[in-house]
């Protein structure tokens, strides 16, 4: 059995952007990723080394985040092999980051980038 472990509007502050000046003052990030793992040992043991521990996955997005990047197409791919390497096991996913204040002149709720596999 496979089940969808899923971080859910993980709000991040971070340098990226193609402009110098959005990686010098930072923007607000959300990120939304779901993780396809096998979890039927931990549905029956209860214990969470037996399954993808989002806490650990926070973290490896946190540490990805903090690297200015100037496309969020290069941050995405960047957790996404981070996220495989801490867990071969997992099956699929997706990974959508959002710029909440990008510099354009719209009114918009944020320009984003999102990958499946």
Excluded at 41 to 50: G, K
Aim: with cysteine; net charge negative; glycine share 6%.
């Amino acid at each position: 059995m496979k089940g969808i472990i899923e971080i859910n509007g993980l709000r991040l502050f971070a340098r990226h952007g193609v402009f110098e000046e959005e990686r010098i003052n930072g923007n607000t990030f959300e990120l939304t990723v779901h993780l396809c793992y096998p979890i039927e040992n931990a549905m029956q043991s209860d214990n969470v080394a037996d399954t993808l521990n989002y806490a650990e996955a926070i973290e490896i997005i946190r540490k990805e985040m903090e690297i200015p990047s100037r496309l969020l197409e290069h941050v995405v791919g960047r957790i996404h092999s981070a996220l495989l390497a801490a867990y071969p096991a997992i099956i699929s996913g997706s990974i959508k980051l959002t710029k909440l204040n990008p510099p354009i002149h719209a009114d918009i709720d944020g320009t984003a980038v999102r990958i499946e596999w």
